[in-house]
């Protein structure tokens, strides 16, 4: 069998610059990737032009330079792989395990079945669209879908998909493809052996593990990071108002993040050039330290 060497990647939404949540997440894929003498690859997710907002590429590109986290390779764009995701929907189609749904927001709200918070699509469309439905998405059929991971730090993973999260679009009625199944066809592209993320992407992996079984693709081993959240366990996002990164002395915010990680580099590097942190933190990196947790609460 070939051993690959180790690829890893990081892949923001361009949805605002970075913040705190998103350098712990970039870093902890970096070191990961860097320990183990591999690459560090940049994908930008920018799938959803309603979720774009200007000039948010360029300042994360900006700020990943400004903390020294410099990337292998060029730049990925979502945006510009449609071609591939069609190619994998054509391969979902021809094994018969997507199927069309033309139900409204309003529609699957009404008839949506188990989970307070996320409403599971309760397969109506399954047999076939309704006479009249125009404009539709596609969605995957999870029944009988068990799915499992082993997560380098959160252990073992299962989930009995249909009841969890139910059959999830891959192609959006407004033709674009959904994160899930873009995902799965980049980092299999791509080459990327390791996957390092924040642990609210754990529901994320399953359906992609899922899709990758379908589309007979490589999976990734998985580490997902514990996410940070305020007092009140909202993760740390534009919604919740985390303020973007420092960008004049990243030395304090890389510090935090890395004292956040459980790596707190010694106080002679306080205001050491962040490429010496970093070096710091590449030689330390021993992710078994971390907290098995999916959120850790981060003190003001
Ligand atoms: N772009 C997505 C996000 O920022 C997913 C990232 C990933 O697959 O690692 O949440």
């Known amino acids: 069998m070939t051993r690959h060497r180790y690829r890893g990647r990081f892949a923001p939404s361009p949805s605002g610059p970075l913040h705190f949540g998103s350098l712990i997440s970039a870093l902890g894929s970096y070191l990961d990737a860097k320990a183990q003498g591999g690459e560090w690859w940049l994908r930008i997710d920018d799938l959803d032009p309603p979720r774009i907002t200007p000039g948010a590429t360029d300042a994360i590109l900006r700020a990943l330079e400004a903390y020294g986290l410099l990337w292998d390779g060029t730049v990925q764009y979502q945006n510009q792989r449609n071609q591939a995701y069609v190619a994998a929907l054509e391969v979902l189609q021809g094994l018969g395990v997507v199927y ?23 397969g109506t469309c399954r047999a076939g669209l309704a006479p009249g439905k ?10 009988g879908a068990h799915v499992c991971f082993e997560d380098r730090l959160q252990g073992l993973i299962e989930q009995d998909l249909e009841r969890a999260a139910g059959d999830f679009i891959v192609q959006r009625a407004d033709g ?21 993320r924040g642990a609210d992407l754990i529901d994320s992996t399953l359906r992609q593990v899922y899709l990758q079984r379908l589309l007979k693709l490589p999976s990734q081993r998985y580490l997902h990071l514990p996410v940070a959240v305020n007092a009140l366990g909202e993760k740390l996002s534009k919604q919740t108002l ?59």
């Open 134 to 143: 125009a404009g539709h998405a596609w969605r995957v059929d999870t029944r």
């Open 100 to 122: 069309a749904c033309g139900c409204t927001r309003r529609e699957i709200a009404d008839s949506s079945v188990g989970g307070a918070t996320a409403a599971i699509y309760p």
């Open 242 to 300: 985390a303020s973007s990164l420092e960008m004049t002395f990243p030395q304090s915010s890389l510090i935090r993040a890395l004292a956040f990680l459980k790596h707190p580099p010694p106080l002679a590097l306080q205001r050491a050039p962040v490429a010496e942190i970093l070096s710091w933190a590449i030689a330390h990196w021993k992710p078994a330290g971390l907290p098995p947790a999916r959120t850790i609460e981060l003190k003001p």
């Open 176 to 196: 674009w493809f959904a994160y899930q199944l873009a995902a799965v066809v980049d980092d299999a592209e791509l080459g990327i052996t390791d996957i390092v």
